[in-house]
């Protein structure tokens, strides 16, 4: 037996343009009811046009019906996309209001971390480098500095910029035997003094190119001593009131004191350059000039202690052979 189709699922669903039309026809019924009824009350409610007044509510009515029909759903369509546009045009300047003020809170918050940030490394610095030296290249040819460190008496942290670095490679790196040797022991003095000690080894950025002028500024900017035995830098630095420390200084003020009238023992290595003068040194390195000892060479004699002369080369002791 066959079953009747379903007259549900048979039935046709009018189509968005029905509706409209549906909704059009709607409209106008109920804008010439309007219109007529409205024309019927102000125009003909006591009186008679002419016994017209029932044509005239007609055609009032059908004009409200043809504006009901075809001008108000077009108005109604307008009104829609009109309340659509204000919505949106809100609801986005509301988002956009919400979003810039957030992005502005995150902004500030960001440049707040990114200023912390730049503080807390502004002040580890600070400490880093506090009572630090700055070494120059000659110092860490010179090699004296590790004994110094060694001996205990010097236990300050070191800077040593990268690019003083750079410049004892290329002192390693030429090709002269003795650039080249001093160049390696600074480099190897820099591998004992971060054993001993702490070293830190800033990267300076800047555009000037010798290293000279990379140090002072440095150290004019972070107020920092600077040790040196480069007699130009040594010079230039304290003019630009920079605190210079020379290991020359430090080895001549530890030179054992002579007084004159002290005796002492010491061996006469070579003639001096006047006539009958004995040269002889004692073990800090401190030379003795001998009166009529030339005839004493490579004895070891007795002598007075005449005078104490201190000279940029250091003290020199003048003497002359004891009496008893």
């Known amino acids: 037996m066959v079953k ?16 409209h039309i549906v909704l059009r026809i709607i409209c106008a019924v109920l804008f010439f009811a309007l219109g007529y009824g409205v024309s019927k009350k102000l125009l003909f409610s006591d009186l008679a046009l002419f016994g017209t007044h029932t044509v005239i509510e007609v055609l009032v009515g059908g004009a409200l019906s043809v504006f009901g029909y075809f001008v108000f759903p077009l108005l109604l369509v307008k009104l829609k996309y009109w309340l659509e546009g204000l919505v949106v045009a809100t609801v986005s300047s509301i988002v956009t209001s919400f979003w810039d003020q957030q992005s502005k809170r995150i ?3 960001r440049r707040g971390k990114q200023k912390m940030k730049a503080e807390e490394k502004s002040i580890k610095e600070k400490q880093e480098i506090e009572n630090a030296i700055l070494l120059d290249t000659s110092v ?3 090699g004296r500095l590790l004994d110094v460190v060694k001996a205990g008496f010097m236990d ?15 002192l390693a790196d030429t090709k002269s035997k003795v650039k080249r040797s001093r160049g390696r022991m ?5 591998k004992e ?15 000037e190119k010798e290293v000279d002028r990379i140090l002072i500024e440095y150290a004019k900017e972070k107020k920092v001593k600077l040790m040196t035995l480069d007699f130009n830098l040594n010079k230039v630095a304290k003019v630009s009131g920079i605190k210079v420390l020379n ?10 004191v002579m007084l004159p009238g002290e005796d002492f023992t010491i061996k006469v290595l070579q003639q001096g350059k006047e006539k009958k003068q004995g040269i002889g040194y004692l073990s800090d390195g401190t030379m003795v000039i001998i009166e009529n000892g030339v005839d004493k060479v490579g004895q070891d004699v007795s002598v007075r202690v005449l005078k104490v002369i201190q000279s940029s080369a250091g003290k ?3 003497s002359e052979m004891a009496t008893k």
């Open 4 to 19: 009747a189709p379903d007259s549900k699922v048979n039935k046709k669903r009018p189509t968005l343009k029905e509706a």
């Open 107 to 109: 902004q500030q918050a």
């Open 140 to 142: 860490l040819v010179d």
């Open 156 to 170: 300050r942290p070191f800077i040593i910029p990268q690019n003083v670095i750079n410049e004892l490679q290329k």
């Open 186 to 190: 600074g480099l190897d003095l820099v």
């Open 193 to 207: 003094l971060k054993k001993r000690t702490r070293v830190l080894i800033p990267d300076i950025k800047t555009k």
């Open 247 to 256: 290991i020359n200084d430090l080895i001549n003020a530890l030179k054992t």
């Open 316 to 318: 020199i002791v003048f």
